[in-house]
């Protein structure tokens, strides 16, 4: 018989020990179960750096926790502790992993667990998603490896045969492959965030039988193809991230089916126009985010129906023709962005009277005419006021003279010709999308993974009501 490692042989003396004691719970003090423990012995012993773990932690549950470590006690027939709940990254507490982490097989002995996360934890030496830890068996409710990159190979199809699953988040780690089209059968499935990592091939048709889905997240990957049309049956999704990938074709008018959607960003992606008309059946969306897609039409005219919308980004999207007065309408809208097409005409002057609007970007188009803005817009916006690039427009009032920095305008006043000229142009950088994403929206952000776990990075009642915190402008 194989010798264990002699990283574990502490871990393994101690739960022998505790398997070999009386356990007396006519107290009514609940105790844990023996192989339950030792299995978590062994889970810690093959991630965390510090070899006196076990000793430091005999009792887990009860008289020497961990704050990774979470427990119930079973029903009165099993008047036991069980592990519900194994956290470990440098969130939690030091020490952090090990630089030889990898997930035990021994997971499998915790048959009670519904939470794990795994954070920031395989950073040098190669690890993978074992399919053989996950399955029909498992009591799993929230899974969630987060900022891994040495976790590597392909999502295993085996999640999709976990029952009770309602978070499979895997972002920002190194996995490749496709997305499973088993996936799909997860109808209690409320987030799938994959973001950041390489994933390639399309996204399968079968996500659409995600039923109970808010959050979709596959930004930042290799994904190719077309949007399916599919994703039109999402019918509780609330935030899609599709962002930086290489997504083709247009974009399926099924999305108008999404009712409850509030975030929506397709921006850096090879899409093409139109937009569908079907999305202005979107009453709750509020960030609209298509910026870098060779979208080519007009700006559609019912974008300015949507009443809820806050930020709106369509820079560097080929766009032509006008700006639509009916922007003015969108009374919540706090940032627009439409640097980098081809609009013409002139600017509306009724978007100064925007109350909440704190970033509007024209630059680098075709437009012309008067900036007739009022007085206390332009001096609130400052540097947030980009209409730089547009060598037809020309201003008349004296409150431009000390804002010519902004409006890169050499002819501070309008001509009866309306003859004017413009500076150098300052190539735009397409990070305006950035800027505008509310917190909880960036996988790389600042939210606290442990924040999912109680629910979802969106906070919803029982009617799904999101609670949006907006975010500053620099």
Known sequence: MASPPPHLVPFLLLAMAHLSAPQDVSDGAAMMDGQELLGLFEVMGTLLEDPNWAQLHPHPCTDTPWPGIQCEVGQEQDPTFHVTKLHVGPDVVNPPCKTSAILSQSLLKLPYLKTLPILSC?????????????????????????????????????????????????????LHGGIPKELGGLAGLEELDLGYNHLTGEIPQEIGGLASLAILDLCWNDLQGNVPPTIGNLLSLQKMDLSYNNLVGSVPPDMGHLHRLVLLDLSHNFLSGPIPETLSGLKELEYFLLADNPINTRIPLFLGTVEKLTVVSLSGCGLTGQIPTSFSSLAHLTALSLDRNGLSGPVPQNLGALPHLGQLNLSQNRLSGELSFPQDFVHRLGKRLDVRGNKGLCIRNHIYE?????????????????????????????ADDKRLKPAWFDGKGSSDASDVYGGLVLQWSMGCNLIVILMGFL
Do not use: H
Not at 137 to 152: A, D, G, W
Not at 408 to 416: G, H, I, N, Q, V
Not at 420 to 428: L, V, Y
């Open 122 to 174: 395989f950073l040098t030496t190669p690890a993978s998603l074992s399919s053989s830890l996950f399955g029909p068996i498992s009591s799993l409710e929230q899974i969630v490896f987060k900022s891994n990159p040495s976790l590597s190979g392909e999502i295993p199809t085996t999640f999709s045969q976990i029952p009770r699953l309602r978070v499979l988040s895997l972002s920002q780690n190194n």
């Open 402 to 430: 000390n804002m010519s920095m902004y409006l890169d305008l050499d002819s501070p006043a309008c001509l009866d010709s309306d003859q004017s000229s413009s500076g150098p142009w300052e190539q735009g950088t397409g």
